[in-house]
C-alpha cells in the first residue's frame, strides 16, 4: 500500500479581477447593477472565449497556481515558502477544500485540520466550548474523543477563561490560540498551517512550535506555510518553493531555502522602478538604494565598527511618510529593523533633502558577511512600497572599538561593544 497521502496533479487557479473604471463615483453596486450584472454573467456563459475580454474590458485572469504537481509522503512536514503572491496560501486553501481549482485534481488520505487565516474554521456567533465540540464533528470525531481531548485544548490554549465567551470577541491572538490548540490535539493525520502562527505573542508561538515537531514525531504529516526560513529549515524535512504559481524546486528544506535566497539576491541586480515583484498602493514608489560609508570620503565597502548611510530615493514626497527597512542574514534570519515613524531626538527634519530619506549609523555593528535588505515605504501607515531584497550589502572585517572582528563567525551576525576586566 503506498505511503502517499496527498498527491496533487496538475493543479491550477485562477481568478478574474475587476477593475473600477477611472471616474467611478460608487463604491457599491445597487440592485439595479447587481441585476445587470447578472445578465452579464448569463450572456457570458453564451460568449465564445474569445469575446469575454470585449463584453469585460476591465477585467482581467489572474492564474494564482499554475500547472502544480507533487506528493506528500505520511510523517513529511513540508514547509512551503516564496514571495508574498507565489501561491502559497491559495494552495493550502485547496488542499483544506475551502477554494475549488479551476483545473488538476488532489487526492488526499486521512483526516485534515487546518489552521489559515483569523476567522477560518470557527463559527462567530458560537463559544469557544462549542465551536470546539463543532470542530471536533467536522473531523469526524464522535462526542466522547472531543471530550477526553477537552481539557487539553482548553489547557494549551490558555483561554478556559474565556471558553463560554462567543469567539467573535476574542482578540486575534486569542482566536488564533483556541484555533491552534484545536487544530493540533484533536489528532489530524494531516496538519495544514499556514502563516498565522505569526499572530500572537513569541511565547506562545514558541509553544506551538514545539506542539508541530511532537505531532511529526508522531508520523503524521504536516504542511506549514512560514517566511522565516529558520523555522522551517529547523521543523521541516522537505522545502516546496513557489515561484509565480508554480513550483520552482521540491528538494530538502535547507536546499529551497538557499535557492530561494539566491533568486532573491538576482532580483538586487535589477532597476528597482523596472521591478514588478513589489506590494503597496504605489503612490509612492522606492526608486534606489544607496549604500555607504558616508562622511568625506564616503566608500560603498562597509565594514565593522565604521559609519554607514543608507539613502533611500523615492519617485515622489507625499505626506505622512516613512520608511522601515530590514537587514537578514545569510541564513534568511532578520537581524536588525529600522523605522523612521519611530522618533528621536536626533532625527533631523530636512526640507531641501529632495526626494530621499537617509538613514546613518555611527557604528556598524554587523560582524563581516553578506546581508539582504527588505524596504517598505509608508503613508500614514498604509502600505505604498514595499520591495523584498531591494539591496545587498557585503561587510568586510574590521575593527570595533579598536577590537579586531574577523570574518568567518559561526556565533551570530552583530558583535555588541563590550569590555573585559581579567585576572592575572
Known sequence: ????????????????????????????NSLRDTITEGAKSLSQKLLKPSDHKTFYPNREEFWALRDVSFEIKQGDTAGFIGRNGAGKSTLLKILSRIVEPTQGKISIKGRVASLL???TG???ELTGRENIFLNGAILGMSRAEIKRKFDEIAAFSEVEKFLDTPVKRYSSGMYVRLAFGVAAHLDPDILIVDEVLAVGDAQFQKKCLGKMEDIGKQGRTILFVSHNLAVVQSLCNRGIF?????????VSASEAVSIYLQTLEQSASKNLLERTDRR????????????STGGENPSTTLAIGRPASFIFHVTSIIPGMSCTFTLYDQHGQPVASFNSATHSQEDLNVPELGMKLICEIGELLLVPGRYRMNVAIFSNGELQDHVEAAAILEVEQGQLR????????EYGSVCIPHRWSLVG
Open 402 to 409: 579598536g577590537r579586531p572582528i574577523a570574518s568567518g563567525t
Open 122 to 124: 470557527f463559527h462567530p
Open 117 to 119: 487565516e483569523v476567522g
Open 1 to 28: 500500500m503506498s505511503d502517499t497521502v496527498i498527491r496533487v496533479e496538475n493543479l491550477s487557479k485562477k481568478y478574474v479581477l475587476s477593475h473600477q473604471q477611472k471616474g467611478g463615483s460608487s463604491s457599491y
Open 280 to 291: 503597496g498602493k504605489g503612490q509612492v514608489r522606492l526608486a534606489q538604494v544607496q549604500v
Open 242 to 250: 513557489l515561484k509565480q504559481g508554480s513550483v520552482f524546486a521540491d
